[in-house]
C-alpha cells in the first residue's frame, strides 16, 4: 500500500489486522488467520463503503508512508464502551499502536 501511495481507512476494530498475529499460531498466515466470521465483516465493511482505499497524491505523503511516519492502515474507531482510548494503526514497517482515532463518546437518549 505504501509504496503504491495508498492507505485504508476505517479498519474494523475488531478485526485482526494485517500482520497482527494470533496469539494461538506462530507465524502469521494472512487472511487465514482470520475467523470465518471476521472475514464475513471485513467484506461486509469492504461492500459497504465503511472500509475505504484512499490515494495519497503528494510525493512527500507518499515518502511519509513508505518511511512509516505516517500509517498504512488507520483503524476505526473505538465503540463508546471500548476499553481503547484510541483506534489502531499500522505503518508500513508492520508497528502497530493504538494512537488512532479517538473512542467514540456515548450517544445521547431524547
Known amino acids: 500500500l505504501a509504496h503504491r501511495g495508498y ?3 476505517n479498519y474494523p476494530e475488531g478485526i485482526l ?8 499460531l506462530t507465524r502469521t498466515k494472512g487472511i ?15 461492500k459497504n463503503n465503511v472500509l475505504t ?9 507518499r ?3 513508505a518511511k512509516s511516519r505516517a500509517p498504512v492502515i488507520v483503524g476505526e474507531a ?6 481503547h482510548t484510541h483506534g489502531r494503526r ?3 514497517n508492520g508497528r502497530i499502536d493504538r494512537r488512532g482515532l479517538t473512542r467514540l463518546g456515548n450517544a445521547s437518549t431524547s
Open 78 to 83: 473505538p465503540t463508546a464502551h471500548s476499553p
Open 63 to 65: 515518502q511519509s508512508l
Open 53 to 61: 482505499i484512499k490515494s495519497i497524491p503528494t510525493l512527500d505523503a
Open 17 to 24: 489486522m494485517p500482520g497482527e498475529r494470533r496469539p494461538t
Open 7 to 9: 492507505i485504508l481507512e
Open 90 to 92: 499500522v505503518f508500513a
Open 32 to 46: 487465514h488467520d482470520l475467523t470465518a466470521l471476521e472475514r464475513f465483516q471485513l467484506a461486509d465493511a469492504l
